[in-house]
């Protein structure tokens, strides 16, 4: 098993920053890749960034340029840093990790969800 704590969420204006912090612990050979998910209101749960353990990165067409995820592989904590924020950026952030699985299928392990909020 693989525990994560998220942290960083909160409330923002539009073109503020936010800077997400997700720690796992646990069973950590059993994580390659790390990244990041969000649902919006009334949106079903889409892929936000994803690292490999190699650094490779993949970002949702509508964040890239705007967010960057990084990873710690000592501290096996993922971060992102989202920047110029919108108010579509609004949701609940999940924090995942897993070994093996393409990020288009919802897979491994889970964090509990960080709300970020981004007012007009």
């Known amino acids: 098993q693989v525990q994560l704590v998220e942290s960083g969420g909160g409330l923002v204006q539009a073109g503020g920053s936010l800077r997400l912090s997700c720690a796992a612990s646990g069973s950590i050979s059993s994580i390659d890749a790390m990244g990041w998910y969000r649902r919006g209101p009334g949106k079903q749960r889409e892929l936000v960034a994803g690292?490999?353990?190699?650094?490779?990165?993949n970002y949702a067409n509508s964040v890239k340029g705007r967010f960057t995820i990084s990873r710690d592989n000592a501290k096996n904590t993922v971060y992102l840093q989202m920047n110029s924020l919108k108010p579509e950026d609004t949701g609940v952030y999940y924090c995942?990790?897993?070994?093996?699985?393409?990020?288009?299928?919802?897979?491994?392990?889970w964090g509990q969800g960080t709300q970020v909020t981004v007012s007009s």
């Open positions: 690292i490999t353990s190699g650094g490779w990165t």
């Open positions: 995942n990790v897993r070994r093996g699985s393409p990020w288009a299928i919802e897979a491994g392990y």
